[in-house]
């Protein structure tokens, strides 16, 4: 049984500010709601206020920026990003991402930068966007600030967000025209057991640089330079590409895993390694193609 609890409802950021001091603080903004009422429901948190954010035009929507940046509205559902046309073009692999999300009902209500805020440590699009070098835009009474996935991801639940600050969105830069980024993934339940996010270039036959992310293994997403480092410089194809992909896979041995439900940190971090090999070669493929 849920708490009760005022339902706020702002057409705009200022509003929403507004709204959270008229709480004292006592409060929570809500996107997609699908953690934040689960979190009420069981009684791990209670809030007098909750301020829906779905009405603030400027939290939603998906553009292509000048710049070529893909800006993703805060309150941008799952679903939408899945079958966004403009995602598919930037970066394939998000939309692919977001596809593999929970369900179907999870994916129509439950949003990107809600996903993000609660820091969830088996979250998807945290692994993925971690290796694309993607930031998040924070908005609060004193004004913005962007901050990288690893500077916003701080712990299990916690991120740098600051109480009364919103989510705005998700800036995800293009890739370069010799680039690949890949994801995946193994799930047992409906969250992922361990996953990869890849990010590479190749050029005259090589992986020229790599960018390898785990999520799932750890309390955060974390970036495993050693891996990245043993995938530059290989061959594209052969024994090196072999070489490298295994070297690299002994590599995540050193991540301190925690073990969970989905098993044990030795059995986490052996599906973390075959997990390497599938991303690091759909990766590949992408950089080929698009150079």
């Known amino acids: 049984m849920i708490p009760r609890f005022s339902l706020a409802r702002p057409g705009s950021l200022e509003e929403a500010f ?20 689960q979190v009420m429901k069981m009684g791990l948190g209670q809030f007098g206020t909750l301020i829906d954010l779905k009405g603030i035009a400027e939290l939603r929507g998906i553009a292509r920026l000048v710049s070529g940046v893909l800006r993703i509205g805060a309150t941008t559902t799952h679903r939408e990003i899945e079958r966004s046309a ?3 073009g930037h970066t394939p692999g998000l939309a692919s991402v977001e596809a593999r999300i929970a369900n179907v009902r999870v994916r ?9 805020a609660f820091a969830e440590p088996h979250s998807d ?16 009474p004193a004004g913005r600030r962007e901050l990288g996935i690893a500077d916003f991801v701080l712990g299990p639940l916690f991120t740098a967000r600051e109480p009364n600050e919103i989510v705005v969105e998700v800036l995800v830069p293009a890739a370069a025209p010799d680039e690949g ?11 992922p057991a361990a996953s990869i996010a890849v990010r590479l270039k190749v050029a005259d036959g090589s992986i020229s640089t790599a960018t390898v992310a785990v999520g799932s293994l750890t309390e955060t997403p974390i970036v495993v330079a050693e891996a990245g480092a043993l995938l ?7 024994v090196g590409f072999d070489m490298a992909v295994s070297a690299a896979a002994v590599a995540l041995g050193g991540v ?23 991303a690091t070669g759909a990766a590949m493929l992408e950089a080929i193609g698009n150079a």
């Open 86 to 88: 403009i995602v598919a």
């Open 108 to 116: 129509n209500t439950g949003t990107l930068g809600g996903n993000l």
């Open 232 to 238: 530059g410089g290989a061959p594209i194809h052969g």
């Open 125 to 140: 699009p945290a692994t993925f966007l971690l290796a694309c070098s993607a930031s998040v835009v924070l908005a609060g």
């Open 181 to 191: 980024r890949a994801y995946d993934r193994i799930a047992f339940f409906e969250r």
């Open 256 to 278: 301190d895993a925690v073990a969970d439900l989905n098993g044990s940190a030795d059995f986490k971090r052996h599906l973390a390694g075959v997990l390497l090999r599938r």
């Open 18 to 37: 507004a709204d959270f001091d008229r709480s004292g603080g006592d409060a929570a903004y809500l996107a997609g709601g699908t953690e934040l009422l």
